[in-house]
């Protein structure tokens, strides 16, 4: 059972999670998390690659069952009596390849419990609105595969969900189709959808979540909304391009509040003490030298993760492997 | 939960049934039968074969190689084809439509002549007619002496082109002339002795509490197999459609759309169903044809109908079970090829009944026979060939069976429900069976 606080919470959240872990033999994919996403929320679980999103993910869709804890779905104590009102794109994703595109959303609009019988309308608008207009009738392998991703897109949103979980929606798509698909995201959260989705690609969950929850090795390490963290992660650097690119900027070293100068290939990376307020900072590096941009640096959700997933004693090198991760070579942000 | 399991069942059946490769595949047996029909007398008919050629023969008794002669002479030929159709005076031209019987002329060489020499008569063969062989006659052919076995009474020679039906022939020719010889050099009636010992084969007439026929030959035999070939190929065709389908949806990922919407339980039942439904046109069709074979003889009386009732309550047991367990192999593996090594133990028990088909219709009652049918999954071959055989088996033996197949569809669906729920979503190497069983266990 819940707990009585959860207990009472389940009915006013679209998800709920409370202590759930998930082993598969001596890996524990997901370790003791707890997660509350209210109604129209639009949240970012992200994390880098095996850090348990995916398996959090199958957990609350009940694909997976957990191992101990309580999850909660759309009000309901077991979340397959939800599954109707899930919208899942998978991270696999995957469709009949012999199936015509309109006869798979109908089968698809179909299991999630659609009987409208406008649904092939339905069905021929959508593909229109995401300019695959005509290919109804096309087998889904004529498709090419930013086609196919939006055909899964689909396929998610086609019985008009209340929970829409997609996990790594941008994975592979080129700018165009990322910027279409996070418009759609962005309609179905108007629509009035709670939307949940991974991604290991940071700037993606910046650009159009409100809400952030960071995971790494399983556990939640950060449940906040976007503008609470940017405000909590106080900027510590300003960036600085004088006016001569010559100019002698050491005097900016040596200003109060000031504790490091770093050149970087478009200017400088200006640090400042804990506790120094950026204003008078700012006013003072203006004074001592005439600049062509200032800027206070919004702190970065990588660098947020980096900093609170690195241990004492982790290497550069390690950093920048975990950097790396996340920013996800191959793997294209929201453009 | 029946809508999504409906919904899957449709989509599995429509799948498979709207294919090409399906609707030849249903229609390839019925048309390979008939197309046997048809042309296999024509390419297998032993009345096709005619003896023609050349036969030297060596006799120091003077009368075998009379009676060969008399034997192969054209007119005794044309007699005995036409006591083959019952005429006594054959047509030419019927005789010509029924192919003409042997041409077989008889060389006598002289009874001390050099066999040699005669040997080396069938090493040139002149085109339009072969020299088949040599025969010498033994001297003493006429008086066998009263031993077991009796001593050779002549000696064959024969070239290498001479084909082994030719051979009996002519073989079955020389025995007749020779015994004629005997006869004769007994001053004997050869067609009096040969009355006395002819006594020709009746046909057997069955009786049953409705009607009398005429006994069908070989049915007893027949009966099991077909019914053992429709229930495996049913069984098999749709396992193996059930495998690769499972597969496919795992390699090509559709299956965690599907499981994010339906629940395992409900995927692994609509997908038994819709292959069921599938094979069922199959088993119909299969059924119906026989049954339209059997009533154009008017030979419809001679298939029980309780034994197709068997049959589909057989078949539905064995189908879910095998199909389970088929289904599961393919949710543990990435691709068709990994599959070998999980199937191989299936593979096993798909060939025990054909193993063991002819010991069971030759003994239905034997103690191997009705230990078989208690044991799952051979069960349901074991009881439906005992029950197509001459000695069904009682009818408490045929519903234990029935409850063992039961048992075991229950057992099979379980397992595979395991499978199902970890198997489908785990990729990579392939997993062994001790991890099938640990999955079992987990899930």
Redesign the interface.
């Known amino acids: 059972m819940f707990s009585e606080e959860t207990d009472n919470r389940i009915m006013d959240t679209a998800v709920e999670l409370e202590n759930v872990t998930k082993t598969f033999g001596p890996v524990t994919a997901v370790r003791n998390l707890d997660l509350s996403i209210p109604f129209g929320g639009l949240y970012g679980f992200i994390g880098p690659n095996g850090a348990g999103k995916t398996t959090a993910i ?1 957990l609350l ?5 957990p191992d101990s804890g309580r999850i909660a779905v759309l009000g309901h104590r077991a979340a ?1 009596e939800a ?2 009102r ?1 919208g ?1 794109l ?1 991270e ?8 015509r595109v309109a006869a798979f959303l109908e ?2 609009g ?3 419990g659609v009987r409208d019988r406008g649904l092939h309308r339905r069905i021929e608008r959508s593909l229109e609105r995401v300019g695959l207009g005509g290919t109804g009738r096309k087998r889904c392998e004529e498709l090419s595969k930013g086609m196919l991703q939006k055909v ?1 897109f689909l ?1 998610a949103v086609i019985h008009e969900p209340d929970l829409l979980i997609l996990d790594e929606p941008f994975s592979g798509l080129d700018p165009v189709s990322t910027r279409l698909l996070r418009d759609l995201v962005l309609e179905e959260h108007r629509r009035g959808a709670t939307i949940l989705f991974s991604t290991h690609v940071m700037p993606a969950a910046e650009e159009i979540c409100q809400n952030v929850v960071m995971i790494h090795r399983g556990r939640k390490v950060l449940d906040q909304p976007l503008d609470a963290i940017r405000s909590r992660y106080d900027p510590r650097t300003i960036e600085f391009e004088p006016l001569d690119p010559d100019a002698d900027v050491s005097a900016v070293g040596s200003l109060p509040g000031v504790v490091a100068v770093e050149r970087g290939p478009r200017g400088y990376a200006i640090g400042l003490a804990e506790g120094s307020e950026p204003a008078p900072a700012m006013r003072r590096i203006l004074e001592a030298v005439p600049a062509a941009r200032l800027a206070l640096a919004r702190p970065r959700l990588e660098d947020i993760f980096i900093g609170l997933v690195s241990e004492t004693g982790d290497t550069e090198e390690k950093k920048r492997q975990l950097r790396a991760n996340l920013g996800g070579a191959g793997n294209g942000g929201p453009g | 939960m029946m809508r999504n399991i409906c919904l899957i069942a449709r989509r599995e059946f429509w799948a498979t049934v709207a294919t090409r490769a399906f609707v030849v595949g249903l229609l390839i047996l019925p048309a390979t039968i008939g197309l046997f029909a048809l042309i296999g007398p024509h390419i297998f008919d032993p009345d096709g074969f005619r003896l023609k050629g050349e036969m030297a023969v060596v006799d120091p008794t003077g009368l075998v190689a009379a009676e060969l002669r008399k034997l192969y002479d054209p007119g005794a030929v044309a007699a005995r084809q036409g006591e083959r159709i019952a005429v006594p005076a054959l047509p030419a031209d019927i005789a010509a439509t029924l192919g003409q019987g042997p041409e077989l002329h008889i060389l006598e060489r002289p009874p001390g002549a050099d066999i040699e020499k005669e040997k080396a008569w069938l090493f040139v063969q002149p085109k339009g007619m072969p020299r088949l062989a040599l025969v010498v006659i033994d001297p003493g052919a006429l008086d066998p002496a009263p031993e077991y076995p009796p001593p050779a009474a002549y000696d064959f020679y024969v070239a290498p082109s001479l084909g082994d039906q030719a051979r009996l022939e002519i073989q079955q020719g020389l025995r007749e002339a020779i015994v004629n010889a005997r006869l004769l050099a007994r001053a004997e009636d050869g067609a009096a002795l040969r009355a006395i010992f002819d006594v020709p084969r009746v046909r057997s007439v069955t009786v049953t509490q409705t009607e009398q026929r005429e006994t069908v030959g070989g049915w007893n035999t027949i009966l099991p197999f077909v019914f053992l070939f429709l229930l495996f190929g049913g069984v098999m065709g749709a396992g193996g459609q059930l495998l690769t389908t499972t597969v496919e949806e795992k390699s090509s990922r559709v299956v965690e759309i599907l499981l994010s919407a339906v629940s395992p339980t409900e995927l692994m039942a609509g997908k038994l169903l819709g292959q069921m439904a599938v094979s069922m046109i199959g088993l119909l069709l299969y059924t119906g044809i026989g049954i339209a074979a059997l009533a154009s003889f008017a030979l419809t009386g001679l298939l029980d109908v309780s034994l197709l009732a068997y049959l589909f309550i057989f078949f539905i047991l064995t189908y879910m079970v095998m199909g389970s367990l088929m289904m599961a192999v393919g949710a543990a593996v990435n691709e068709m090829k990994e599959a070998q090594g999980l199937l191989a133990p299936l593979t096993v028990v798909f060939m025990i009944p054909w193993v063991l088909w002819f010991p069971i219709t030759r003994d239905p009652d034997s103690v191997l026979s009705t230990v078989l049918s208690f044991i799952p999954p051979v069960n349901s071959f074991a009881i439906i060939l005992r029950l197509a055989s001459n000695s069904p088996p009682p009818w408490w033996q045929v519903w234990l069976s029935i409850l063992v197949g039961v048992a075991s569809v229950f057992g099979a669906v379980w397992f595979t429900g395991k499978i199902f729920r970890i198997g489908l979503l785990v990729y990579g190497k392939p997993p062994s069976f001790s991890t099938l069983l640990r999955w079992a266990r987990e899930a």
Do not use: C, D
């Open positions: 199958r869709m009940a694909i997976l069952l397959p599954k109707s899930i899942y998978p696999e994703r995957g469709v009949y390849r012999k199936m089968y698809i179909s299991i999630k899964q396929a």
